[in-house]
């Protein structure tokens, strides 16, 4: 299990960007699988984007050339750069960490660790 602590979401217009954060409590970027899912109200929990331990990276079609993730393995900190975000973007953001080693997917039981989620709201 890794805790992992999301930050970085707000409020923000259409058109407009936001940095989320996710530092994890021990190191995992070496051997586990990384990722975002957001709930919007009334919705499942969806696959965002992950990167796994090579650094190899998958998107949902919705975000691609828009968000864009990473890690500074020297910090375990995970991020999601969102740009040019549009109100179908509204939801709870989740941070996740691979449930096994060397293992990535877009399911959310490719995933063992869960951070609290934050909110990420853009107003039309």
């Known amino acids: 299990q890794v805790h992992l602590v999301e930050s970085g979401g707000g409020l923000v217009q259409a058109g407009g960007s936001l940095r989320l954060s996710c530092v994890a409590s021990?190191?995992?970027?070496?051997?586990?699988?990384m990722g975002w899912f957001r709930q919007a109200p009334g919705k499942e929990r969806d696959f965002v984007a992950s990167?796994?331990?090579?650094?190899?990276?998958d998107y949902t079609d919705s975000v691609k050339g828009r968000f864009t993730i990473s890690r500074d393995s020297t910090k375990n900190t995970l991020y999601l750069q969102m740009n040019s975000l549009k109100p179908e973007d509204t939801a709870v953001y989740y941070c996740?960490?691979?449930?096994?080693?060397?293992?990535?997917?877009?399911?959310?039981?490719?995933?063992?660790?869960w951070g609290q989620g934050t909110q990420v709201t853009v107003s039309s």
């Open positions: 996740a960490a691979g449930r096994f080693a060397y293992r990535s997917g877009r399911r959310e039981a490719d995933f063992g660790s």
């Open positions: 021990r190191r995992t970027f070496n051997d586990l699988a």
């Open positions: 990167i796994n331990w090579s650094g190899a990276t």
